[in-house]
């Protein structure tokens, strides 16, 4: 099976979402449209970040001198943990753009994905 690239799959993702926010005005997609590019970065970062947590895991060890060491949230889960948040935030924002009268199809569409993340 062939992989596809990072930059492709972003390329991909932004067309969706495109897509998807469509039924926005069009002021509020010139407003939104760096947020939809952010966005699928974001998702890209997340799956990157995701990999190496699940090689790394939650806790490192730390050492610090002769007689001080222990255990701590790991760099990767913190990163991906803020990341999540800031996607998740941005989400919403994009969320709010789409009319009231939008189909739920482009609010489930979202939600799938974001329930899909652990």
Same mark, same amino acid.
């Given at each position: 099976?062939? *992989? =596809?690239?990072?930059?492709?799959? %972003? ?8 897509? =998807?926010?469509?039924? /926005? ?5 010139? !407003? %939104? *449209?760096?947020?939809?590019?952010? %966005? ?7 799956? *990157? ?5 699940k090689e790394t ?18 760099? %990767?889960?913190?990163a991906y943990s ?7 935030? /941005? !989400? ?18 979202? *939600? ?7």
């Amino acid at each position: 099976m062939r *992989t =596809i690239k990072p930059e492709n799959r %972003v390329k991909r993702r932004i067309k969706e979402l495109y897509k =998807i926010f469509s039924l /926005a005005d069009e002021d509020r997609l010139k !407003i %939104v *449209t760096p947020l939809i590019n952010q %966005v699928a970065n974001m998702e890209e970062q997340l799956e *990157t970040l995701q990999a190496d947590l699940k090689e790394t895991g939650f806790v490192e060890t730390y050492q610090n001198g002769e007689n001080q060491s222990g255990t701590k949230e790991s760099t %990767v889960s913190r990163a991906y943990s803020s990341l999540f948040k800031n996607y998740v935030n /941005a !989400i919403r924002t994009l969320l709010q753009c789409l009319p009231e009268s939008a189909p739920q199809e482009a609010e489930d569409a979202l *939600t799938a994905f974001i329930k899909k993340k652990p």
